[in-house]
């Protein structure tokens, strides 16, 4: 099956500093691959998504970038504000494959803390 | 934040006691998930299920079952044989039928503890 590897473990940034989280997966079927934060205490939600037709996907200040080739993908987030600190997951899966059809294959993590 | 609900928020399990823990969507989702979360391990899904009356093992599921009877219920029980049930469990729902993503929508979790 698919396995999604997750660096770094933990990243500690100044406030306006920019944050990259990078991910690796094994599976070339895979398609899709989305980013959830968890803050402290809370549910993960997703924040950015980017599916394997695309190389970059942006959203204010958060961006996504992908290399098929390569397999990997990572997450930046620029001008990092302290309620950026959370823990964030990437995933990976391919939604038209027969019995994992929507299964997620996440990473281990990132906890992200930001000092202002 | 509504949509998918679990409960109890906290539960504590007694030595050889089976427990279960409620998930509940109003989001006419067809799949649902469980997940484990242990602190360093991220996600790792116990059971997931595409479709009522069905359901299929993920990563972890020795010492658990599950049950999918009804489209927006999906209880996991923790049996006396899981002999490290402590940690952070998640229920996640997706609508299976949008196959372009599976974005996966999260309860807010029960955390067990054992006593």
């Known amino acids: 099956g698919e396995n999604v590897e997750q660096h770094p473990s933990t990243l500690s940034v100044q406030e306006g500093d920019s944050a990259v989280i990078k991910c690796t997966y094994s599976d070339s079927a895979s398609n899709y691959f989305p980013w959830y934060k968890q803050e402290l205490g809370k549910r993960p939600q997703l924040i950015i998504d980017i599916r394997s037709n695309v190389g970059e996907k942006k959203d204010q200040r958060i961006a996504v970038t992908l290399n098929k080739t390569a397999k990997h993908f990572s997450l930046h987030i620029t001008e990092t504000q302290p309620e950026d600190s959370a823990v964030y997951f990437c995933?990976?899966?391919?939604?038209?494959?027969?019995?994992?059809?929507?299964?997620?294959?996440f990473g281990r993590g990132t906890q992200l803390t930001v000092w202002p | 934040d509504g949509g998918i609900t679990q409960s109890p928020k906290y539960l504590f399990r007694k030595e050889g006691q089976n427990v279960t823990l409620s998930c509940e969507q109003n989001?006419?989702?067809?799949?649902m998930y469980w997940y484990r979360q242990d602190p360093g391990q991220g996600l790792r899904l116990i059971y997931y299920s595409q479709i009522v009356n069905d359901f299929q093992k993920g990563d972890i599921a020795e010492g658990y079952s599950v049950s999918r009877e009804k489209k927006e219920s999906f209880p996991l029980t923790v049996t006396s044989a899981q002999k490290n049930p402590t940690a952070f469990y998640l229920c996640a729902s997706s609508p299976e039928r949008v196959l372009a993503k599976n974005i996966q929508y999260f309860g807010a979790g029960t955390r067990l503890s054992v006593l």
């Open positions: 995933a990976a899966s391919n939604p038209n494959r027969g019995s994992t059809l929507g299964r997620l294959y």
């Open positions: 989001l006419n989702h067809d799949a």
